[in-house]
Nanobody
Framework: QVQLVESGGGLVQARDSLRLSCEAS????????MGWFRQAPGKEREFVAA????????YYADSVKGRFTISRDNAKNTVSLQMNSLKPEDTAVYFC????????????????????WGQGTQVTVSS
């Protein structure tokens, strides 16, 4: 079972940058794909970015493409989300998610396909 802990959230101004981290603990030492999702007040949780176990493949929501970058360091069991040019509409609780995979290239933008979730970290962008 993968346990996930997010960090790095905070209050920033528009056009600022922020880097979120997700530390994973996996006692099985198996492959797992990772994703970032977010939930704004009064809205449903939505996909932000995903990365395969190998790190060679990544995918972004249109709303963050070109501004956000997802990366991972499997040696440190961490996945990061670098967020640049932040906008007030990026304000949300950000969650990282994981799913064990047998294919190192697998990734998904579908929330239901992820098994494990972190507790979330708040990102607030003021205008």
């Amino acid at each position: 079972q993968v346990q996930l802990v997010e960090s790095g959230g905070g209050l920033v101004q528009a056009r600022d940058s922020l880097r979120l981290s997700c530390e994973a603990s996996d006692p099985t030492d198996s492959m797992y794909a990772m994703g970032w999702f977010r939930q704004a007040p009064g809205k449903e949780r939505e996909f932000v970015a995903a990365i395969s176990w190998s790190g060679a493949l990544s995918y972004y929501a249109d709303s963050v493409k070109g501004r956000f970058t997802i990366s991972r360091d499997n040696a440190k069991n961490t996945v990061s989300l670098q967020m640049n040019s932040l906008k007030p509409e990026d304000t949300a609780v950000y969650f990282c998610a994981a799913r064990y995979v047998g294919d190192g290239s697998w990734m998904s933008d579908q929330e239901y396909q992820y098994t494990y979730w972190g507790q979330g970290t708040q990102v607030t962008v003021s205008s």
